[in-house]
C-alpha cells in the first residue's frame, strides 16, 4: 500500500490585476465590478468598460441611455460634467472598499473614530 504524496498544486496562484475603476481610478473590488456599456445595450453599444457598481449607479443616475449614447459614449465626457466630476470628488475620499452599502448605515457624527 504505497501511498503517494501530492505535491499542491500551486498553478491557481496567478494573481489577477487590479482593476482600476475608469471613473475614480480606485482598485475595483471584485465583488464591486459592474460592466458599463459607453453606449448602452438599447442603443446598440457593444463596448464595456469595468466600474465600480456605485459609480456606475451614479451615471446611470445622472444620464439617460440616449443622454449616455448621443454624448455621454466616453469617459473623458463623463468626467467632463460637472455632476460627475462633483461625485468623483466625493467617492475619491473613500477608502478602496466603499460600498453604497455605507449609505444605508446610520449617520455617525464625527466623534466615532477608530484607531
Ligand atoms: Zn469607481
Ligand atoms: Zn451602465
Known amino acids: 500500500m ?3 504524496n501530492r505535491d499542491e498544486v500551486s498553478s491557481w496562484h496567478m494573481e489577477p490585476e487590479p482593476t482600476l475603476c475608469l471613473i475614480c481610478e480606485r482598485v475595483i473590488p471584485d465583488d ?9 445595450k438599447s442603443k ?13 449607479r451614479q451615471i446611470h443616475a445622472i444620464f439617460t441611455d440616449g443622454q449616455l449614447a ?4 466616453t469617459i473623458s465626457a463623463l468626467l467632463e460634467d460637472p455632476a460627475m466630476q462633483k461625485f ?5 475620499s473613500k477608502p478602496p472598499g466603499f460600498s453604497d452599502a455605507a449609505k444605508d448605515s446610520k449617520q455617525v457624527s464625527g466623534r466615532n473614530r477608530r484607531p
Open 32 to 40: 464591486q465590478k459592474e460592466d458599463h456599456h459607453l453606449v448602452p
Open 70 to 73: 448621443k454624448t455621454f459614449s
Open 2 to 4: 504505497a501511498r503517494k
Open 88 to 92: 468623483v470628488a466625493w467617492i475619491k
Open 44 to 56: 446598440g453599444g457593444k463596448i464595456t468598460v469595468p466600474l465600480h457598481r456605485v459609480c456606475h
